[in-house]
């Protein structure tokens, strides 16, 4: 089955750098990629998302890159604010897996002011 | 304010009992999921139902019922708690399962 593999775990940038965040899909049947913010006590929030027939959105100061050859996705922010702080997740499904979201095990992102 | 409402937000459970988790959406989605977040593991599908009447298995679906009597509801059961199930439970829903899925913010269940 689908796994999906996040990296870093942890990040740490100064207000007004960019984050990046990457993740890879196993399972080249893979066709949506979102990507949810989650603060604390919270539930996770989409904040964009891509289809594979697309290989970049933007959306303000977040934008979404993904290379079906490589399988792997990522999630640029640019001008990072304290805000941006909380855990992200990447997830990966394919067609008529139900709705059925793999999801990677997170990134915390701390940005220090 | 549309979206999602889970409930209880927590609770302790001692192991054996059964409970129910409540899950209400009022934006007349058709598909509906239940997730578990653990820590270091992430989140992991348990069931889905794609539409009123339809319910089917996800990852974890082992020790967990689910019923979809109508659009808005769809309760999570544990039919007999296990410490292993103590975990944050996530319900989520979607236009159709093919689009994006928007969450609850959650119940936190101890099992002891």
């Known amino acids: 089955g689908e796994n999906v593999e996040q990296h870093p775990s942890t990040l740490s940038v100064q207000e007004g750098d960019s984050a990046v965040i990457k993740c890879t899909y196993s399972d080249s049947a893979s066709n949506y990629f979102p990507w949810y913010k989650q603060e604390l006590g919270k539930g996770p929030q989409l904040i964009i998302d891509i289809r594979s027939n697309v290989g970049e959105k933007k959306d303000q100061r977040i934008a979404v890159t993904l290379n079906k050859t490589a399988k792997h996705f990522s999630l640029h922010i640019t001008e990072t604010q304290p805000e941006d702080s909380a855990v992200y997740f990447c997830?990966?499904?394919?067609?008529?897996?139900?709705?059925?979201?793999?999801f990677g095990k997170g990134t915390k992102l701390s940005v220090k002011p | 304010i549309a979206g999602i409402t889970q409930a209880p937000t927590s609770q302790i459970l001692a192991a054996g009992r059964r409970m129910t988790l409540r899950c209400t959406q009022d934006?007349?989605?058709?598909?509906m999921y239940w997730y578990r977040q653990d820590l270091g593991l992430g989140l992991r599908l348990i069931h889905y139902?794609?539409?009123?009447?339809?319910?089917g298995k996800g990852e974890v679906p082992d020790g967990y019922s689910v019923s979809r009597a109508n659009t808005d509801d769809f309760p999570l059961t544990l039919a007999s708690a296990v410490p292993s199930q103590t975990s944050v439970y996530f319900c989520?829903?979607?236009?159709?399962?093919?689009?994006?899925?928007?969450f609850g913010d959650g119940t936190r269940l101890s099992i002891l």
């Open positions: 934006m007349r989605h058709n598909a």
């Open positions: 139902s794609n539409t009123a009447g339809t319910t």
């Open positions: 997830a990966a499904s394919w067609a008529g897996s139900q709705g059925n979201l793999i």
């Open positions: 989520a829903s979607s236009v159709e399962s093919d689009q994006p899925q928007h």
